[in-house]
């Protein structure tokens, strides 16, 4: 039987690398793998344990289908190696961090897709993007601006729906997972919320 992707989303600044690592051996326990990403972004840059590339290097590594999934967020350019369609079909259910706005693009390609949205309270996500130095005064604001233009319910499943071919069947809206307190009480939740969709399948 294939593996599920689970499709982690959330502002920058929300903790989804905190949550990840914080989980990783207990996903690993349920045969889950954490893809890595690549970034067009310095090496250096205090974050995610990411595959940094130049904005050319990732063109060209786009443009020979090295990805399974791409995107561009925030000045900045994502993928996700297509070395996950071979972990899927050996039946390993893959966790990856996405983008809000690419759901409706990463559904075509995976339409049974598990979506999982990182919510943190506006203040707790403005403390911590300015706590980890990584973008200017008005680039925290711009990233909060856009974190308030994907609202479940609302602009985040319209943005789906807009996006969806013509023919496809209705999608359902992201599973929430609240990321504004303890992270030891957000592993229980992703953990929790994965065993209830495992066996809804």
Known sequence: MSGRLIYL?????????SLL???????????CVIARRVITRSAEAVGEEAIALTAAEFEVQEAAGAFALS???NGLAYGIPRQIDDWLAAGQDVLVNGSRGHLAQARQRYPELLAILLQVDEAALRQRLQARGRESAEQIEARLARSRSFVVGGA???TVAAEAPPTAAPTENPLVLNNSGPLDQAVTQLLQLLSDARACV
């Not at 690592?21 to 045969?31: F, Q």
């Open 9 to 17: 989303m959330g502002p920058s600044g929300s903790g989804k690398d």
């Open 21 to 31: 690592n914080a989980a990783r051996a207990r996903l690993a326990e349920r045969g």
């Open 71 to 73: 995107w561009r967020a």
């Open 156 to 158: 985040l499943a319209a």
